[in-house]
């Protein structure tokens, strides 16, 4: 009963999972999560395979629950960790494995029952085989990483080093003293394959100076020194600038590095960091800088630009006078107070942008998008795009308090936006669209899902799939609807024409009875109903159809056709004082 309960809830949990995919607004992220932390569904599967060994016998061996529980742990720390290499999950995790297929062997001895049949021998020929096998093909992954140069040292060369690698603590070494050199003005730092961090900062002192502190993985502090005089920094000519390498001749030992390079102050010199094992950290900069097939990103206070390409792990950049261009990231960005052009490649995680003056251009998949405070409110930027979201899918996007023109390209993600200051174009597929207080023309193409705005300050074109509400529209006002109803509705007097056109859904209409108007109305399957306003002279008026004006044969026409379904025009009582007439 147990094993079947346990079985019922994973089925459960995985069926939620699906339905969650489908239904909620932020599924993008929820893809994030559960790419991350899928493999606790391997570590639960095994489980109750051994559940289901130990109570009934079925299977008939903990073995295989032991190892998928034991790749599912495995999996989920290389996730954690940013590792995506199956060479280097092998190289590092592989005593995990042949602990797991020892214990499934003995586990399954020390449970024999009578009724199982003959006692199975734990390490059988065959058994030894597979842990030869398992032991070989760690320690080959291990000298593979090593000869690769890859930094990571993981070769664990004998049993007594598992003891250091399992149960050691992780000492921080720095027996060298920093490093001087000379540094001429444009010069070019090139950090490459560093086990570790990498941290540049600048300093009012004359010459640049460099730091390489180390961490250790031993038993004792004596042990850790005795492993650090064998790991240097070595910093070479190379060409206008420097080479960086971290040299760690022999060393067999888990380790990683800090490097740390001082420049001094207001010296222009560009940095470029290349494969680095950890965080790679930017501050109080001048100069153009590259950072590639790195961890954690992050650059505060540098003049320049910035180039960040395929990032491990999330990217922070805070206050940069100068371009930034951002590749294939797939973690979380931050990025604020951005004085220059914005260049995005964003494949999951978290986007945030606020205080920028852009422009901004954006490419994401399942990205959650969040754009705050972006242009520098010029006159000349109303009709320029300050931001440009070329494509998105599987996002949800949200803007608001953009100084300038905006576009947007989107397919199944939902929109949101607020307070545009320039002209906004949607292109969108499937989820909603939602916008608030558009001061520029609004033009919005939706496929598939509905379309809400309010405060429509400009003209506004639509032409949807769904349903579309309007709310305080001002500038002329078109609207198409092919399935869904149609909903407009304004306390202020009529400025232009306002057309609605829906093949099936309802129209329906609100606006002030004391404003002029003119009215043409034709349904072809429902009526047209009109309400509250008693001035209106009619020139034709039949149950499907009708035409007339109110106040003046010039006034702006309300243009409504549907095919399907009735039109209601009702009166929203006395006109509001505009806007504009309240600036005055």
Same mark, same amino acid.
């Given at each position: 009963?147990?094993?079947?309960?346990?079985?019922?809830?994973?089925?459960?949990? &995985?069926?939620?999972?699906?339905?969650?995919?489908?239904?909620?607004?932020?599924?993008?992220?929820?893809?994030?999560?559960?790419?991350?932390?899928?493999?606790?569904?391997?570590?639960?599967?095994?489980?109750?395979?051994?559940?289901?060994?130990?109570?009934?016998?079925?299977?008939?061996?903990?073995?295989?629950?032991?190892?998928?529980?034991?790749?599912?742990?495995?999996?989920?720390?290389?996730?954690?960790?940013?590792?995506?290499?199956?060479? %280097?999950?092998?190289?590092?995790?592989?005593?995990?494995?042949?602990?797991?297929?020892?214990?499934?062997?003995?586990?399954?001895?020390?449970?024999?029952?009578?009724?199982?049949?003959?006692?199975? /021998?734990?390490?059988?020929? @065959?058994?030894?085989?597979?842990?030869?096998?398992?032991?070989?093909?760690?320690?080959?992954?291990?000298?593979?990483?090593?000869?690769?140069?890859?930094?990571?040292?993981?070769?664990?060369?004998?049993?007594?080093?598992?003891?250091?690698?399992?149960?050691?603590?992780?000492?921080?070494?720095?027996?060298?003293?920093?490093?001087?050199?000379?540094?001429?003005?444009?010069?070019?730092?090139?950090?490459?394959?560093?086990?570790?961090?990498?941290?540049?900062?600048?300093?009012?002192?004359?010459?640049? +100076?460099?730091?390489?502190?180390?961490?250790?993985?031993?038993?004792?502090?004596?042990?850790?020194?005795?492993?650090?005089?064998?790991?240097?920094?070595?910093?070479?000519? !190379?060409?206008?600038?420097?080479?960086? !390498?971290?040299?760690?001749?022999?060393?067999?030992?888990?380790?990683?590095?800090? $490097?740390?390079? +001082? %420049?001094?102050?207001?010296? +222009? =010199?560009?940095?470029?960091?290349?494969?680095?094992?950890?965080?790679?950290? &930017?501050?109080?900069?001048? @100069?153009?800088?590259?950072?590639?097939?790195?961890?954690?990103?992050?650059?505060?206070?540098?003049?320049?630009?910035?180039?960040?390409?395929?990032?491990?792990?999330?990217?922070?950049?805070?206050?940069?006078?100068?371009?930034?261009? &951002?590749?294939?990231?797939?973690?979380?960005?931050?990025?604020?107070?951005?004085?220059?052009?914005?260049?995005?490649?964003? *494949?999951?995680?978290?986007?945030?942008?606020?205080? #920028? #003056?852009?422009? $901004?251009?954006?490419?994401?998949?399942?990205?959650?998008?969040?754009?705050?405070?972006? @242009?520098?409110?010029?006159?000349?930027?109303? !009709?320029? *795009?300050?931001?440009?979201?070329?494509? =998105?899918?599987?996002?949800?996007?949200?803007?608001?308090?953009?100084?300038?023109?905006?576009?947007?390209? =989107?397919?199944?993600?939902?929109?949101?936006?607020?307070?545009?200051?320039?002209?906004?174009?949607?292109?969108?597929?499937?989820?909603?669209?939602?916008?608030? *207080?558009?001061?520029?023309?609004?033009?919005?193409?939706?496929?598939?899902?509905?379309?809400?705005?309010?405060?429509?300050?400009?003209?506004?074109?639509?032409?949807?799939?769904?349903?579309?509400?309007?709310? !305080?529209?001002?500038?002329?006002?078109?609207?198409?609807? *092919?399935? @869904?109803?149609?909903?407009?509705? +304004?306390?202020?007097?009529?400025?232009?024409?306002?057309?609605?056109?829906?093949?099936?859904?309802?129209?329906?209409?609100?606006?002030?009875?004391?404003?002029?108007?003119?009215?043409?109305? /034709?349904?072809?399957?429902?009526? $047209?109903?009109?309400?509250?306003?008693?001035?209106?002279?009619?020139?034709?008026?039949?149950?499907?159809?009708?035409?007339?004006?109110?106040?003046?044969?010039?006034?702006?026409? $309300?243009?409504?056709?549907?095919?399907?379904?009735?039109?209601?025009?009702?009166?929203?009582? &006395?006109?509001?004082?505009?806007?504009?007439? /309240?600036?005055?």
């Amino acid at each position: 009963m147990l094993k079947r309960l346990a079985t019922l809830l994973l089925g459960i949990g &995985l069926i939620g999972l699906g339905v969650l995919f489908f239904v909620a607004p932020e599924r993008a992220f929820a893809v994030q999560v559960l790419m991350r932390f899928w493999p606790i569904f391997l570590i639960l599967a095994g489980i109750v395979r051994v559940a289901g060994y130990l109570i009934d016998r079925h299977p008939r061996s903990p073995l295989g629950g032991m190892m998928i529980a034991a790749i599912g742990g495995i999996l989920l720390s290389a996730n954690l960790l940013g590792h995506n290499s199956f060479i %280097l999950i092998l190289g590092k995790y592989w005593f995990w494995i042949l602990l797991a297929f020892i214990a499934g062997r003995v586990l399954k001895q020390y449970t024999h029952r009578i009724e199982d049949g003959a006692r199975a /021998n734990a390490f059988s020929p @065959g058994a030894i085989a597979v842990m030869l096998l398992i032991v070989g093909s760690g320690l080959a992954a291990s000298f593979a990483i090593q000869r690769g140069q890859t930094g990571f040292n993981l070769r664990i060369g004998g049993f007594g080093d598992v003891g250091n690698y399992v149960f050691g603590n992780q000492l921080s070494i720095e027996d060298e003293p920093p490093q001087s050199f000379a540094i001429a003005s444009n010069s070019r730092l090139f950090i490459n394959n560093v086990n570790g961090d990498v941290e540049v900062n600048s300093a009012p002192q004359q010459q640049a +100076t460099a730091r390489l502190i180390k961490h250790i993985r031993a038993t004792s502090e004596e042990e850790a020194r005795e492993i650090a005089k064998n790991i240097h920094l070595q910093i070479t000519p !190379n060409g206008a600038g420097y080479q960086f !390498n971290v040299a760690a001749e022999g060393v067999q030992q888990d380790f990683n590095v800090s $490097v740390i390079v +001082t %420049l001094p102050q207001n010296l +222009t =010199a560009g940095v470029e960091i290349n494969n680095a094992h950890g965080a790679a950290k &930017l501050t109080g900069l001048l @100069g153009d800088h590259t950072i590639r097939d790195c961890e954690h990103v992050e650059i505060i206070r540098n003049t320049g630009r910035v180039t960040v390409e395929n990032p491990r792990g999330a990217v922070e950049l805070d206050q940069v006078q100068g371009q930034v261009s &951002l590749t294939n990231s797939r973690r979380n960005v931050n990025l604020r107070a951005i004085n220059g052009a914005i260049t995005l490649d964003v *494949r999951g995680g978290k986007v945030n942008l606020d205080q #920028s #003056s852009g422009p $901004v251009q954006l490419q994401a998949v399942d990205t959650q998008i969040e754009i705050d405070n972006v @242009g520098d409110g010029a006159p000349a930027l109303a !009709n320029q *795009r300050v931001v440009n979201i070329q494509q =998105a899918r599987n996002s949800r996007i949200r803007i608001q308090e953009i100084h300038g023109a905006v576009a947007i390209n =989107a397919e199944r993600s939902r929109i949101e936006a607020e307070e545009i200051n320039g002209d906004f174009t949607i292109n969108a597929s499937s989820e909603r669209v939602k916008v608030n *207080r558009i001061n520029g023309a609004l033009r919005i193409r939706s496929d598939g899902g509905a379309v809400e705005i309010e405060e429509a300050r400009g003209a506004t074109a639509i032409d949807a799939t769904r349903d579309v509400t309007i709310k !305080n529209f001002r500038g002329p006002l078109n609207v198409t609807s *092919r399935q @869904g109803a149609i909903s407009l509705e +304004t306390s202020e007097k009529l400025s232009a024409d306002v057309k609605a056109i829906s093949d099936r859904g309802r129209i329906r209409v609100s606006i002030p009875e004391d404003g002029g108007f003119r009215l043409d109305a /034709n349904t072809g399957a429902g009526r $047209v109903k009109v309400r509250g306003f008693d001035g209106i002279v009619w020139s034709r008026e039949e149950r499907s159809y009708a035409a007339g004006y109110n106040i003046s044969e010039s006034a702006p026409l $309300v243009f409504l056709r549907s095919s399907g379904s009735e039109i209601q025009l009702q009166s929203s009582g &006395l006109a509001m004082a505009s806007r504009d007439d /309240n600036d005055e």
